[in-house]
């Protein structure tokens, strides 16, 4: 997206493989995601429709279809999938998908431990259907996996067919890829981002810091999840270096230090 200023970075179009924001809907009502869709339908790649909110949130399928509307991707949250999973519904899952007409979907086992075997039969069957992301991690503090099993789940679920993974953080921001403070476990994301395509990982990064931190790190082009509707703006001028915390991070040397 061209701007009036110079040295802003290059923000590719939608459909983007990279520099992806998804956003995270907590059951917004059909005002408020029109609202939303106002002014951030064209900074916004995906809207998850978090954890069991589908099938509570009045309206939602006039909401799935604003979201279409706007050239906005709407998939049902991966909590969604494990309760039908637990029930043994697997097939009452995909008569929802096709109800809503959902051709994304997401495969988790983050509140449910899933078999990896089996979920990797998940991720096959219905990346058969449509298009399929994954999450990697657990929302529970006590379940913790090294750095090698992070990147081994991943390739291997990419393999069965998700087009990309993300990385577990929860709408907290304290478990996952992030210590109790919240901050950065740079020793795993280090493991993932060197042995995980660049374009196939999205970061969930719910607090501000961790967005910056990411920015900083990896540049304006880094995918990023588990956004706030109300900071999808705040966000795309962290990743242009239009607020105060990444102000120098696209400048010349020269204007950096003039």
């Given at each position: 997206?061209?701007?009036?200023?110079?040295?802003?970075?290059?923000?590719?179009?939608?459909?983007?493989?990279?520099?992806?924001?998804?956003?995270?809907?907590?059951?917004?009502?059909?005002?408020?995601?029109?609202?939303?869709?106002?002014?951030?339908?064209?900074?916004?790649?995906?809207?998850?429709?978090?954890?069991?909110?589908?099938?509570?949130?009045?309206?939602?399928?006039?909401?799935?279809?604003?979201?279409?509307?706007?050239?906005?991707?709407?998939?049902?949250?991966?909590?969604?999938?494990e309760a039908f999973i637990v029930r043994n519904m697997f097939g009452d899952y995909i008569d929802f998908l096709d109800k809503y007409e959902f051709e994304f979907v997401e495969v988790s086992d983050g509140?449910?431990?899933?078999?990896?075997?089996?979920?990797?039969?998940?991720?096959?069957?219905?990346?058969?259907?449509?298009?399929?992301?994954?999450?990697?991690?657990?929302?529970?503090?006590?379940?913790?996996?090294?750095?090698?099993?992070?990147?081994?789940?991943?390739?291997?679920?990419?393999?069965?067919?998700?087009?990309?993974?993300?990385?577990?953080?929860?709408?907290?921001?304290?478990?996952?890829?992030?210590?109790?403070?919240?901050?950065?476990?740079t020793a795993l994301i280090s493991a993932i981002s060197e042995h995980i395509g660049f374009d196939k990982v999205i970061w969930e990064a719910p607090l501000k810091p961790q967005q910056i931190w990411f920015?900083?790190?990896?540049?304006?082009?880094?995918?990023?999840?588990?956004?706030?509707?109300?900071?999808?703006?705040?966000?795309?001028?962290?990743?242009?270096?239009?607020?105060?915390?990444?102000?120098?991070?696209?400048?010349?040397?020269?204007?950096?230090?003039?």
């Open positions: 997206m061209k701007t009036i200023l110079p040295y802003i970075p290059d923000r590719p179009e939608k459909p983007r493989k990279e520099g992806i924001t998804m956003v995270m809907d907590k059951g917004m009502s059909l005002r408020e995601a029109e609202d939303f869709m106002s002014v951030g339908s064209g900074y916004t790649d995906f809207v998850k429709l978090g954890f069991g909110t589908s099938i509570l949130t009045p309206h939602f399928e006039r909401k799935v279809q604003l979201y279409k509307k706007h050239d906005v991707i709407p998939y049902p949250g991966g909590t969604l999938f509140s449910f431990e899933i078999e990896h075997g089996r979920k990797l039969e998940y991720i096959e069957r219905l990346a058969e259907r449509g298009t399929v992301i994954s999450e990697v991690g657990s929302k529970k503090k006590n379940v913790v996996y090294t750095p090698d099993e992070w990147v081994s789940m991943m390739k291997s679920e990419l393999g069965a067919g998700s087009v990309k993974v993300i990385a577990e953080a929860r709408e907290s921001g304290t478990v996952g890829i992030y210590n109790d403070d919240g901050s950065a476990n920015i900083n790190n990896f540049g304006a082009n880094v995918n990023l999840g588990n956004i706030a509707p109300n900071e999808i703006i705040p966000l795309e001028s962290l990743r242009c270096g239009l607020r105060g915390d990444t102000f120098f991070r696209f400048l010349p040397p020269e204007l950096k230090n003039g």
